[in-house]
Every structure is written in structure tokens, then in C-alpha cells.
């Protein structure tokens, strides 16, 4: 059982990455499915949050309009498209799996999986 986010690497402000959370030995689409970030010396924080069905989505306040979350059951795929990337974004991103609502707070997801590098400079 294995969750794997992938797809950070170093962008230019103003710039994009698309980021995937993979799983394997279990299938996504029984879990929302929410996207974190934690910077050097900075707590963990909820960045975007899925439903089962991708019908209901959040956003932090600080991503809404330049992040997109989406997922694909049928390819046990969820996206964070990251848009007008700041320096500010900078971290290391994560996801994870939770039972019922999607939500932001970290402390409501169970299963979590390696993070990729995103860092935003010129």
C-alpha cells in the first residue's frame, strides 16, 4: 500500500507545475483526497481538498484562482494544477487520504504519502 505525490521540481515565478498523487494496493476513489504543504520551519498546511466523486472542492485562500484539484477514478489519479506560482509556494507538498467530507485541517487525514519538491524561484 503506497501513496506517491510526484511532478514538484524548480519553476520561475509566474510559472506552472502539474502535481499527481498516485496510489497503488488500494484505490483512491473510497477517499477525498486533500493536497498539503509544509515550508522549512512552517506547520503543515492544507492546500486543497477533493471529494470521492471530485464534485466538491476547497481551497486555501491563499491558492484559490492559481490552484486546480482534479482527480481520475478511473486511473487512481489526483491532480493539483498549480498556476502564477510564487516564491511563497515554496515546499514540500503532499498527499493524503481521509474518510467522508473533504477538508483542509491536516489532522482529519489518515494516510499520507511522500512529498515532492516545489520551489519557486527566479
Known amino acids: 500500500v503506497q501513496l506517491q505525490a510526484s511532478g514538484g521540481g524548480l519553476v520561475q515565478p509566474g510559472g506552472s507545475l502539474r502535481l499527481s498523487c498516485a496510489a497503488s494496493?488500494?484505490?483512491?476513489?473510497?477517499?477525498?483526497i486533500g493536497w498539503f504543504r509544509q515550508a522549512p520551519g512552517k506547520e503543515r498546511e492544507g492546500v486543497s481538498s477533493i471529494s470521492r466523486s471530485g464534485g466538491n472542492t476547497l481551497y486555501a485562500d491563499s491558492v484559490k484562482g492559481r490552484f486546480t484539484i482534479s482527480r481520475d477514478n478511473v486511473k487512481n489519479l489526483v491532480y493539483l494544477q498549480m498556476n502564477s506560482l510564487k516564491p511563497e509556494d515554496t515546499a514540500v507538498y503532499y498527499c493524503a487520504t481521509k474518510s467522508g467530507v473533504p477538508q483542509l485541517a491536516p489532522d482529519f487525514y489518515d494516510y499520507w504519502g511522500q512529498g515532492t519538491q516545489v520551489t519557486v524561484s527566479s
Open positions: 494496493g488500494f484505490t483512491l476513489d473510497y477517499y477525498a
